[in-house]
C-alpha cells in the first residue's frame, strides 16, 4: 500500500519533509505523509475536465519531492480527479464550485477584500450568499472573532525565511484588532502588505508574464485586475497557477489608487489615503479586517511560491 510505503519512509530530506508539512499541516513526518495521501483522495475537483493539467503539474512536482514509488503514484490516475498540492487552490476554497471561485473574484474587486486561506469556508458561505457588499460587511462584522482566529492561524503557516518577518508583523496587526486596537491594527497591516508588494511583486509579474517592470504599486494591481479569466480555457487558467493568484490579489485594485488632499475620502479600503489622511472619516472600523485579509493571501502566495531573483524594490 502507497500509504505504508510513506508512513515508513525515513524523510531525511529537509525537503521532503517541508513539502509534506506543506500538505497536510503540522505534525510528524509520518502522520504528515499518511494525511497527504488522505486530503489527496478526499478532496474533489468541482470540473474532472481539469484533470489532465492537475496531473501534468503534480507529475512534474512530484519528482523532485517525492521516492520514486511515491512519485509514480502522484503520477497516475489516481490523482486525475483530487488534489491538495497548495499551487492550485487555497485550502479553504476546495469545497466550492467553479462559478463561486469566480464569483469570489467579482466580490474581491468590488469590496476590496481577498478570501484566500482566510476565512474559514462556512464563513465564505455565509458572504456568498449575503445579498450585496452593506450585506457583506455584516457578515465580517458579525464573525470577526472567528475570521481573526483563522488569520493567526493562516499566518502561522507562513514560516519561509524570506517572508516570515512580514508575517510576524501580519499576526501583530491580528492581535492588535483582537484587543480593541483597530487604528493600530489597520495601520500596520495596511503597511505589512504595502511592504510585501514593495519587496516581491515582480514574482506577481513574473506569473501574470508581464514583460516590464511595473514600480508604481496601482499600476501593478491594475495588471492584476486585467487577468480575469474571461474566454480563456479554465482548465489552462487554473493549471497555470492564475486562479490561485487572482483568487490571493484580485481584490488588491483600487487600495493603492493615488491619494493627495484635498481630495475626498476614498469610500474604500485605500492604503494611500490612510498614509496621507488620518481621521475618522478615513479609519473606519472595518478597514482593519480588510487589510488584514489582503496582507494574509498575499503572504500566503508568496510562501508558496519559488521566490528566487523576483525581488524587486518599487516605488
Not at 517541508?18 to 499518511?34: C, D, F, H, I, K
Not at 505589512?192 to 516581491?200: I, M, Q, R, T
Not at 501593478?220 to 486585467?226: K, R
Request: net charge negative.
Amino acid at each position: 500500500m502507497i500509504e505504508n510505503s510513506m508512513a515508513k519512509q525515513a524523510w531525511p530530506s529537509e525537503p521532503m519533509s517541508t513539502a509534506l508539512q506543506r500538505l497536510a499541516g503540522p505534525g510528524s513526518a509520518e502522520s504528515a505523509a499518511s494525511a497527504a495521501v488522505a486530503r489527496m483522495n478526499s478532496i474533489q475537483l468541482a470540473s474532472p475536465t481539469w484533470g489532465e493539467s492537475i496531473a501534468t503539474l503534480v507529475a512534474k512536482r512530484s519528482t523532485a519531492l517525492f521516492p520514486p514509488n511515491v512519485h509514480e503514484w502522484l503520477s497516475s490516475d489516481a490523482l486525475r480527479h483530487a488534489t491538495s498540492i497548495p499551487e492550485l487552490l487555497p485550502d479553504n476554497l476546495v469545497d466550492f464550485e467553479e462559478e463561486q471561485w469566480y464569483q469570489l473574484l467579482s466580490i474581491s474587486s468590488e469590496d476590496r477584500l481577498s478570501f484566500a486561506w482566510a476565512p474559514r469556508s462556512e464563513v465564505i458561505t455565509l458572504l456568498l450568499q449575503a445579498p450585496d457588499a452593506v450585506g457583506r460587511q455584516e457578515v465580517l462584522n458579525e464573525h470577526k472573532a472567528v475570521i481573526l482566529q483563522d488569520l493567526g492561524e493562516s499566518l502561522g503557516q507562513v514560516d519561509r525565511r524570506e517572508i516570515a518577518e512580514l508575517a510576524t508583523f501580519a499576526a501583530k496587526a491580528t492581535e492588535c484588532e483582537s484587543g480593541g486596537y483597530t487604528e493600530a491594527a489597520t495601520a500596520l497591516a495596511a503597511n505589512v502588505l504595502d511592504s510585501a508588494l514593495e519587496k516581491y511583486q515582480q514574482a506577481i509579474l513574473d506569473k501574470l508574464d508581464v514583460p516590464r517592470k511595473i514600480q508604481k504599486r496601482h499600476l501593478l494591481t491594475q495588471e492584476i485586475a486585467g487577468k480575469h479569466p474571461g474566454e480563456v480555457e479554465r482548465e489552462q487558467f487554473f493549471g497555470s497557477g492564475r486562479l490561485i493568484l487572482l483568487l490571493a490579489t484580485y481584490g488588491l485594485n483600487g487600495v493603492f489608487e493615488t491619494y493627495r488632499l484635498p481630495k475626498p475620502p476614498d469610500p474604500k479600503f485605500n492604503r494611500n489615503m490612510l498614509a496621507h489622511r488620518v481621521g475618522d472619516d478615513t479609519y473606519k472600523p472595518h478597514y482593519a479586517l480588510h487589510a488584514l485579509l489582503l496582507t494574509n493571501a498575499l503572504l500566503r502566495w508568496l510562501h508558496i511560491q519559488d521566490l528566487g531573483d523576483a525581488e524587486h524594490s518599487g516605488e
